[in-house]
């Protein structure tokens, strides 16, 4: 059973940062692709970050980039998300988020099979 658990969200105030953990198990982690998601009150989930399963590849949403790094330890079987000089409007959901193979790097939502329960970012100006 495919089980999913972020942890390390919390309330920052804008320009600090936070470093999001998502804990894998029950199946084959290092051959998944993985990703970070995040969903705001009101709006669509969107794609934060995506990294191949050997951590070789990474993709971000533009919103992000420079700011947010995206890293996994295939030994540990966790998945990170190291968030620097955030913004009120990085405040959301925060969800990990894993895919069968073959990874695209593709920052969409419903390509991913399997999902955490979410941990929330909170950012005040």
């Known amino acids: 059973q495919v089980q999913l658990e972020e942890s390390g969200g919390g309330a920052v105030q804008a320009g600090g940062s936070l470093r999001l953990s998502c804990a894998a198990s029950?199946?084959?982690?290092?051959?998944?692709?993985m990703g970070w998601f995040r969903q705001a009150p009101g709006k669509e989930r969107e794609g934060v970050a995506v990294?191949?399963?050997?951590?070789?590849?990474?993709r971000y949403a533009e919103s992000v980039k420079g700011r947010f790094t995206i890293s996994r330890d295939n030994a540990k079987n966790t998945l990170y998300l190291q968030m620097n000089s955030l913004k009120p409007e990085d405040a959301a959901m925060y969800y990990c988020?894993?895919?069968?193979?073959?990874?695209?790097?593709?920052?969409?939502?419903?390509?991913?099979?399997?999902w955490g329960q979410g941990t929330q970012v909170t950012v005040s100006s």
């Open positions: 029950g199946y084959p982690y290092s051959n998944y692709c």
């Open positions: 988020a894993a895919k069968i193979a073959p990874c695209t790097l593709a920052l969409t939502a419903t390509r991913f099979q399997y």
């Open positions: 990294i191949s399963p050997g951590g070789a590849g990474t």
